[in-house]
């Protein structure tokens, strides 16, 4: 990514012409207006919110410093340029998107020496693909993606950008900069303010488009509804309603490419994290309807919507706060690679979301498909489902409970010996659960999950009943109010072996590593100082963590699953001021 940045992909170069630190880019008229757009957000948080504030002191509601949006020390840096060539239904005028997607970082000088971490917030800038002028549709498009295979580093950067690749001077000229997207965690509560629920985080989403003056301009959110706005309009939403039941409409919701018409579409969402999809504030569609306003319509034609329930399901992962929320990492789904040599305890192993790394080998196929002239199967399976295989989900993958009897999720089974056991779910809603091994809990499997009380607040709902499960000797249950989402088994390492399964790793002891990081010591050194050593669930791209947990990188180079505002990177808390 470093290679591709310097030859001009850098964040302020695609918006304002200008590279830089923040406090370059925020001169610019296009980043200034997202810079803008979050500085209200914080404020109208802490208006409202008396117990909110920057830091780690009295203020339990942590914030965002935006200072580091206008900061000499901090940068949105390149973490990945996607193909999206999977995007094409979305665009009927081209071949898809390339995305390139930045996160916000720091690097600033202490009297310890310098300190150094990513920041959760990233823009993303989504580009047209149009087809090629000669004629041949997207063949063209997808042959720009197909690089030598033994390429990697410096040497794929060359070959992107020459007059072969996708990111050729030419080929990037006709690309059209249709949306610029903000995911930011705005602030933070965290387990010690909300114990049941292991914390609590909410983040803005908002998109942007360029004006004809070249301004950015708000955009309308793809496939969300404008809840407060439908609510109130009762004609609207029986609108609403009568579009979802269209053949034609419940054709493209199946496929997973419809696309929502403008005048129900918000402007502006926030998602909550943890506990996904459980989380009512998460599910604009489910706020709207309860299944029961579905029943009328006839499901029998469309397989990934086989039931009221599962078409809600189905609609609220194409709104931008449940896709966000919907086998994500602390709300986010591609995060960035850290470099090969990195060892320090705030690292990811992996650094794309469970349901990313599912979704890769259909988009490659749809990439594949293009090259050779060959029409791809576009349909994409509901968000929870991606890349499970016809023989069944892996431990941690989502399943249907066949005891719950609702033929939506009867197709979403486990692999050989898993069984579908009863994760976190609101208590009005249940159908999903997750894949587990039978009998007790595994290191790394939930020991305490929680029956959440709907509330379209995401500051509102609340644990209605706490499930326990124990955990096999000799392991324990790390809590929710030590900040682990559903208590996560754990067991001690005693100087033997892990497992294929285990690791030994170290855990933070909460309140001390608090303290430590109220005191404005080094995230590194509090670690060192607060760690208890831990055998912990092994994780890799093919291996994922389950739900609201992130594959860290331990010292050794593997990955370990931990509750992602274990690390620095992931909690806007903690952090130097940017100012």
Known sequence: MRALEARGFSLGERLDGAAGST????????????????????????????????????????????????????RFALSAIV??????????????????????????PSPAGSVASKLPATVSLELVVPPAPTGGGCREAALSWQAPTALSGEALATWLTSEEGAL????????????????????????????????HAEYLLRSFQPAPDGRLIPKLLENTPDVARLRADRK????????????EHLAAIDEGTALLPERFLATRATSVSPRGLARRHNRP???????????SIDLAAYPSVKSPAALLRRLDQLTCQGCHQSRSVAGFHLLGEEPDDYRGANGLAVAFSPHLGG???????????????????????IAERSGIPASGGARHAHCGLGDAGDPGFTDWTCAPGLTCSEEDRDTEDRGVGVCTTPGGGRVGDACEMARIQPNDSGRRDGVAT??????????????????????????????????????????????????????????????????????????????????????????SGGGACMPPYFLFQLRVDGHPTGG
């Open 236 to 247: 609207l939403r029986q609108d609403l309603l009568r579009w979802i039941g269209t053949p």
């Open 285 to 295: 569609f489910r706020q709207l309807f309860a299944p029961r306003d579905l029943a």
């Open 359 to 381: 979704e890769l080998a259909r988009r490659a196929s749809i990439t594949a498909a293009l090259a050779e002239g060959r029409a791809p199967l576009m349909a994409a399976p």
């Open 466 to 555: 706490v499930i326990k499960r124990a955990c096999l000797a000799p392991g324990a249950c790390d809590t929710n109010e030590v900040g682990f989402p559903g208590g996560m088994c754990v067991s001690a390492c005693n100087g033997a072996a892990p497992g294929e399964e285990g690791l030994c790793g170290g855990i933070p002891v909460l309140t001390a590593f608090n303290g430590c990081l109220a005191r404005h010591l080094p995230f590194e050194q509090c670690i060192a100082e607060t760690v208890q050593p831990a055998q912990l669930a092994a994780c890799d791209a093919n291996r994922p963590c389950r739900d609201d947990y992130v594959c860290a990188r331990t010292p």
């Open 83 to 108: 193909n999206r060539l999977d995007r094409a239904p979305f665009h009927p005028e081209g071949c898809g998107e390339v995305r390139l997607v930045f996160r916000l970082a720091y690097d600033r």
């Open 23 to 74: 406090a370059v880019l925020a001169r610019g008229p296009r980043f200034r207006t997202l810079v803008q757009e979050v500085e209200a957000e914080v404020n109208a948080i802490r208006t409202a919110d008396p117990r909110s504030g920057v830091g780690i002191g009295d203020k339990p509601h942590r914030l965002l410093d935006v200072a580091w949006l206008r900061s000499p020390h901090a």
């Open 168 to 199: 050729s001077p030419s080929r990037v000229a006709s690309y059209r900069l249709a949306t610029v997207n903000l995911n930011v965690q705005t602030v933070r509560w965290p387990s010690t303010v909300r114990p049941t629920m292991a914390g």
